[in-house]
């Protein structure tokens, strides 16, 4: 199940790269700038946008531990910000000058690979800075790059539409030709490897393309052999374009930029029957708009209404629904029919807007005024010392402790196993849940 809660409109030009860190979500642009946001409201950081490409930026990446930020460019560098001043940390130039396309750290960020327009891939040293091995596909342009959670394969995408997967010796693996019918434009592994029958690791891996679909693919890995084990699962997506997209490594969310110059977020839900029971614990993440968060939409007044239109860039409609006194109950009930005969809305293009932004306040689930980030998975209540578990997500310590003391070592999110017990205390989330706590 996917369920978009947010849109991001502060690029001036089409949006090229979605990444996040684990508090953070980094959106680059053809406006040649690199936009910076809280994961916790999705505001923006002071030192953002970061400005420093001579051209259109293509990709950015965070490395694992969010210190640093890569993104690449038309001027065939790979530039590497510090994410705690936004200065700039390390400039890589690319073999043969060709613009750069692409960029990725590996999950230990003992890697940083990025490719070009000439079909070329670059390895780094990153923290040596040195250039390890080139490889390349002929007659393409390498558009898109990730590494698996292991950091032993990565995969690749290009504007051919093909899938390939390479190891560290820049070795082939797997070719997968005609992923997306008009071409590639991102590709990213999952943070978290599963494992399957005789302990077969696999791993997700989204791709996107310019047929305006996400796909999910399931990609397994015995010894040096690479292979899907599924078909991928579809998702026609609501924008034109997609560009990109990006898995979040502590909450079921994907980032998805698009050509319309927008950033969604999306809430992604695993419907499959060995992750049912660990779901149906999930709070819903639902969006919010200022002043009527606690109200069903059935109870919205006309103002409420009003408020919604300017949240959602309908402006253009405000005078035709204060005139026809349009409230939350009324606007519910709108159909194609009543928007082009009652409200005169000649446009099909905005028509077809307004009944889809209507049709996500009727899938939304109410929201009870607290931010879903701030509740522990397993006692749905606010946490008062919330630590990081192995899985990536956050939990209250006494309860995950007390999970991994009389369950088995699994998460509580994922049913997949804990690779350690260590819990690291996440204090950002713990002043975050300070701070909102003093203003109620």
Not at 214 to 229: A, C, F, G, H, M
Not at 265 to 281: A, I, R, T, Y
């Amino acid at each position: 199940m996917v369920s978009l809660i947010c849109s991001l409109q502060n690029h001036l030009d089409d949006v090229n790269w979605c990444a996040f860190s684990s508090t953070l979500l980094a959106t680059c642009s053809a406006d040649k700038t690199i936009r910076v946001y809280s994961t916790r409201d999705f505001t923006e950081l002071s030192f953002s946008p970061l400005s420093g490409h001579g051209y259109g930026v293509h990709c950015c990446c965070f490395s694992p531990c969010g210190q640093y930020l890569a993104s690449c460019s038309t001027d065939a560098t790979t530039v590497v910000w510090k994410m705690d001043t936004g200065e700039i940390e390390a400039v890589f130039e690319h073999p043969g000058r060709s613009p750069v396309r692409v960029c990725a750290f590996s999950p230990d960020s003992s890697w940083l690979v990025s490719g070009a327009s000439d079909g070329s891939l670059a390895l780094w040293d990153f923290p040596s800075r040195a250039l390890l091995r080139t490889g390349s596909v002929p007659d393409t342009t390498m558009v898109a790059c990730s590494f698996t959670p292991c950091g032993q394969l990565f995969a690749s995408g290009s504007t051919y539409g093909d899938l390939r997967i390479w190891d560290l010796s820049m070795n082939q693996l797997h070719a997968e030709k005609y992923a997306h019918d008009l071409g590639v434009t991102c590709c990213q592994f999952a943070p978290q490897m599963m494992k399957g029958m005789n302990n077969v690791s696999i791993f997700r891996l989204a791709s996107c393309g310019q047929d305006s679909l996400l796909k999910i693919w399931l990609i397994s890995r015995v010894s040096t052999t690479v292979s899907p084990v599924s078909a991928p699962l579809f998702l026609s997506l609501w924008c034109r374009y997609v560009t990109s997209c990006a898995f979040s490594p502590t909450a079921p969310l994907i980032a998805t930029g698009s050509m319309d110059k927008t950033v969604n977020v999306w809430m992604v839900e695993d419907g499959s029957s060995s992750h049912g029971e660990s779901l149906k614990q999930k709070k819903a993440f639902s969006r919010k708009w200022p002043g009527h968060s606690r109200l069903m939409v059935s109870e919205w007044s006309e103002d409420d209404v009003l408020s919604w239109l300017r949240e959602e860039g309908l402006e253009s409609l405000i005078d035709t629904f204060k005139a026809n006194n349009i409230d939350g109950a009324e606007l519910l009930s709108l159909s194609k029919e009543s928007l082009s005969t009652d409200l005169r809305i000649e446009s099909l293009g905005l028509r077809s807007k307004v009944l889809r932004k209507i049709e996500e306040l009727r899938t939304a689930p109410v929201s009870n005024g607290i931010p879903d980030e701030f509740l522990c998975p397993i006692t749905h209540e606010i946490m008062k010392d919330p630590v990081i578990a192995a899985d990536g997500y956050s939990y209250e310590r006494e309860a995950i402790e007390s999970w991994i003391n009389t369950k088995t070592r699994s998460s509580p999110m994922t049913n997949l196993p804990l690779q350690t017990t260590l819990l690291t205390p996440n204090r950002t989330l713990k002043m975050a849940i300070c701070r909102w706590t003093s203003s109620q």
